[in-house]
């Protein structure tokens, strides 16, 4: 079994805001699952511009068009780097993904517990892909591990979810 790669101690983020030019207030319970994500990306992450090895980083968070900015900033340097990634990629994956998630709170209040654990597998099973997609698309961009991909994605999830 290979040894774990050891994480630089910068190479992490400390912090995320998401940009309210572009990305609108929502209800109490958007807003609360958007913090969550913050905070659970920010907890435990390995996150790192390719090319880079400053760090710690900074992120902001915005949309243009149907595009996700991604502004990193590198505290040990104050350097900036901006990415564009389309989400016409995840638009079919987020969709199907808020709609088993519907499914699995519906099934939580009249459902057997194999039924919800089999919903669950399904909503689980589309949050991986969503995270791979989103690790695909920043593979020359970001390198990361692939819980961050997963938190990252819960936060991309948390930016369209309507509430």
């Given at each position: 079994m290979a040894e774990p790669q050891e994480q630089r101690p910068g190479?992490?983020?400390i912090e995320i805001h998401l940009d309210d030019q572009s990305i609108a207030r929502s209800t109490a319970?958007?807003?609360h699952e958007r913090a969550v994500a913050i905070y659970d990306l920010i907890e435990e992450n390995h996150f790192e511009p390719c090319g880079h090895?400053?760090?710690p980083y900074r992120l902001r968070i915005g949309?243009?068009?149907n595009k996700l900015r991604l502004e990193i900033v590198d505290t040990g340097s104050d350097?900036?780097?901006t990415h564009i990634l389309s989400l016409s990629p995840f638009r079919k994956i987020v969709k199907d993904y808020f709609m088993v998630c519907e499914s699995y709170y519906a099934a939580i209040r009249s459902s057997t517990?194999?039924?919800?654990?089999?919903i669950d597998m399904g909503r689980r099973g589309l949050?991986?892909?969503g995270s791979k997609v989103l690790m695909d698309r920043l593979a020359d961009k970001v390198t990361m591990d692939f819980d961050t991909a997963r938190r990252l994605f819960t936060l991309?999830?948390?930016l369209h979810w309507k509430g």
């Open positions: 190479a992490r983020l319970d958007v807003e090895d400053g760090g949309l243009i068009d350097g900036t780097f517990p194999a039924q919800i654990e089999a949050h991986n892909e991309v999830c948390a």
